[in-house]
């Protein structure tokens, strides 16, 4: 296969792949927002068929000699090109390494786990669920073995959702903290809770999703490009840049909650909207890894949407909306509101302040379930035990413990530790580009184009482009460092709550 | 090939072809329901990739092996199996008679003029349509001389929409409903108009959903199959008897036109809700032609929909969400509104009595079209001429002229036939279910489940099993003639306006 042919095979092959992704990206989310509830099974059937055929367009001979011939001639090539041929020889590999029949036996496990965990959820019966975990946790074992059998499994599946991440850069980083972030949690616990009563009023639908609009022009999404549906859990996808979506979920007596959803999907949407028009319809057109992506929504969401200026643009758009339900609140009051914090139960729901330690827990849960240091049916009492440790809270139930996320259950071990990551690459993204500007007059009128666009220049444009940590380098500017982010909780929280 | 290879063959290409007309489906109905307008290039670049595929899927010297030989054991396939057969075999031959790269450019062309189409609407710019109308009329000119070089275009485009129709036999219809029903409309537009003031107040969007909720449950549409959206045009799809969309466009100064829109459609999604489960995942598993199946919309929307017994049931409905809008108003007075009959601009808002002459007009506009007789420049003023000629009513803009209906813009031309042809049958399905059992006391209490289990019996549950003729034969017992048609519109409206 000369270098031409193999440039044109994988044109070829993206195109397809960009195809493919489109549609079953758009039958998923017609499943989770618009799909009466019996199509599930028929679009089971259209996703299997579709999964099978994107598998071997990518796993078969002809695509790997294309794949090698141009990381052979890397010198001959684009460094895009070479980018290109660089991912998919990685997806290649994995898909390679894990036999067919394991990974459809996975994938049925995943599809069962998931409707016996929201079951079992509802019911809090752990003892329904825990067959199904073990289950996935050996094969996540085994698939970490076939895909690096030199190195811990545990290294292998944080590898897999945030490249270079080990445990041996994470137990220090959790250990941080837990370390300096306790005592402030302990402190701030000891506090007053600041008022947050006028969230809890009646916020009919209809002006919610009026406000929604409202805040996505806030945040400068174009709605050209960008649009919103409802759905029990808000998620971003995205088909290209032209073709972003975000979803938010409605409660009619707390209007904050949808509120933080938009804006946290919103970072995530700038993100995708961002990408350059040149990587476009090629598997560079999307954000990085997990953690960068965790980076700008938390960053739109907590270190603009929950800043005092924010709340200063935010406060006329609610009185706007919600004039009744938001008579006489002052900004300083909307702020301290939107940055209660308690320690709590449920991840989902937690503030800034605390949210490091949900994930803490579920790093070091992880860690045993791995191992096998602990057995599945100990987790509970274990999850429990470091709710006590780390936060001080009584688990009432497995309902509001171990049963509470989605990821185990969906298959994915590894994941968690990148929303923590995330948060903290956010501050330091924030801290760089102070050195450069100042957003909070912006932010404070209501304007986001400068922040946008300088993560936009640091980060979105790239896409996959750049390895990810040279995207957090360049945006950073100098080596990862935690203390950032324990300095910014310390700093916002002591003086939020008068320590 | 033996049988049984070609028999697999012919299962393995139908559970192909569910899967991607599933996605391309739901792709499009995204389109038109939830994407961001500047998404339509990245969703055309996708379902002209899909086309190809699905193209090459069925036109393959395996395909054609497989149902030859299918074809040529009918004595040792069953009944079902030979009319897959058939059915995949004049898809076949369609699709082989026309070059991949049309195919593929049509369609490409098709998605790019429905977005053109749609804002060119917006700002009744025909100039800016045209173009797309011209390349649309020439592909459909050429595609039909593929299919059949002996046959005039215009017939074997209507013969794709409804085997067996052709000009010959449609000349005389429209001339019967001209002839018929002009003096009946002359008669009626002299008299004065029913009182409809009552739904042109306003009717906030939020209740119209609410409306539709309680509308859909009357005709006995099951939710969890059976979804609805908004889009600009109403329309219906269906991906499987377990997955089906009815859409609507709400109007807030008039509640009568979303509220017929849920009834025509979710008359469409009672035919494919009704198909067999025998059927499903198969090419049998849909409605078996387009005058079928506008034969049931508007049996629902016109023969049941707008009678007296309905608007019953409707009114206690409307006053539930609309009690303010519909104080005082009476089930008579509910009835003659609903069939205010005027000559009118848009079809789509055209009463039951001239809704054939809007037919017959784009029927004859058809007909120049495919002849080449008009320029496609021309057809604004030929358009605004013949609703001059056919209903005397003067048209003040394109939006409310050529540019109103998406068919053409959607690459269907030789659709329109089907609405007249589809409420002539229904009319003579009704005189034989009246033969059998009286359904208006079901129909007064809300209670549709009879008229829709004998629907199902003779006609959804077939879907495409028995030929169109035989199915319709099967439901009216007897020769289609269209008198019974023009003969219930002239009792109806006799009786309506006293003439």
Same mark, same amino acid.
Request: with cysteine; proline share 5%; hydrophobic share 40%.
């Given at each position: ?14 195109? !397809? ?9 758009? %039958?998923? %989310? ?14 089971? &059937? ?9 598998? @071997? ?33 990685? *997806? ?27 079951? !079992? ?11 199904? %975990?073990?289950? #996935? ?5 085994? $698939? ?23 445990? &041996?850069?994470?137990?220090?980083? $959790? ?19 600041? *008022? ?6 009646? $916020? ?10 409202? =805040? ?29 979506? #975000? ?15 938009? #804006? ?5 949407? =700038? ?22 992506? &965790? ?7 907590? %270190?603009?949407?929950?800043? =005092? ?37 449920? @991840? ?25 240091? !602990? ?24 309902? &509001? ?36 500007? *100042?957003?909070?007059? *912006? ?15 640091? #980060? ?37 709550? @008068?320590?």
């Amino acid at each position: 296969m000369t270098l031409e042919q193999a440039l044109a095979k994988m044109n070829e092959l993206q195109a !397809a792949q960009q195809a493919y992704n489109h549609a079953m990206g758009v %039958l998923s %989310l017609d499943g989770d927002t618009a799909a009466p509830s019996a199509s599930a099974k028929g679009r089971a &059937e259209t996703m299997g068929y579709l999964s099978g055929v994107t598998y @071997r367009l990518l796993v078969n001979d002809e695509v790997k000699e294309a794949l090698e011939t141009i990381l052979s001639e890397r010198s001959r090539v684009t460094p895009m090109q070479a980018r290109q041929a660089e991912l998919l020889k990685e *997806d290649y590999d994995d898909s390679v390494r894990i036999p067919m029949d394991e990974y459809i036996a996975f994938s049925t496990l995943v599809t069962q786990s998931n409707a016996v965990w929201h079951e !079992a959820k509802l019911k809090s019966d752990y003892a329904a669920f825990a067959p199904y %975990l073990e289950k #996935i946790i050996d094969f996540n074992r085994r $698939f970490a073995g076939y895909k690096d059998a030199t190195k811990p499994a545990y290294d292998v599946l944080l590898d897999g959702f945030e490249k270079g991440t080990t445990t &041996e850069a994470l137990d220090p980083f $959790f250990s941080l903290l837990r370390e300096k972030l306790t005592p402030v949690i302990l402190e701030v616990a000891s506090r007053p809770e600041p *008022d947050t009563s006028f969230f809890q009023q009646r $916020f009919p639908l209809h002006d919610q999703r009026l406000f929604s609009d409202k =805040l996505m022009a806030l945040m400068g999404l174009p709605r050209d490009r960008c649009g919103i549906a409802e759905t029990e859990h808000p998620f971003t996808t995205n088909f290209n840049k032209w073709d972003v979506r #975000i979803t938010t979920h409605y409660a009619e007596n707390d209007v904050a909650d949808s509120m933080y959803s938009v #804006i946290h999907e919103g970072g995530h949407a =700038l993100y995708e909207l961002g990408t350059a028009d040149e990587i476009q319809f090629t598997n560079l057109a999307s954000g990085a890894t997990m953690g960068l992506h &965790e980076s700008q929504s938390r960053f739109y969401e907590n %270190l603009i949407g929950r800043s =005092l200026p924010f709340c200063r643009a935010l406060l006329p758009l609610m009185q706007e909306c919600f004039p009744q339900q938001m008579q006489g609140v002052t900004a300083e009051q909307l702020y301290a509101a939107v940055n209660k914090a308690r320690p709590s139960l449920i @991840r989902t729901q937690a503030d800034e302040l605390t949210y490091g330690m949900h994930i803490a827990i579920r790093y070091e849960m992880e860690k045993l379930m791995i191992s096998g240091d !602990a057995k599945v049916s100990e987790l509970p009492a274990i999850w429990n035990r470091m709710y006590k440790d780390y936060l001080g809270v009584t688990v009432p139930s497995d309902r &509001e413990g171990i049963l509470q996320d989605v990821h185990w259950a969906g298959g994915q071990l590894g994941y968690f530790p990148s929303y923590a990551l995330g948060s903290a690459y956010g501050v330091q993204m924030l801290s760089a580009m102070e050195k450069e500007f *100042d957003p909070w007059a *912006d932010v404070e009128k209501g304007d986001l184009s400068r922040v946008t666009a300088w993560l936009g220049e640091k #980060i979105h444009r790239y896409g996959k482009l750049l390895t990810p940590s040279a995207l957090l380098q360049n945006a950073i500017g100098q080596p990862f460092d935690p203390n950032f982010y324990v300095e910014y909780l310390q700093k916002k929280f002591s003086a939020l709550y @008068r320590l």
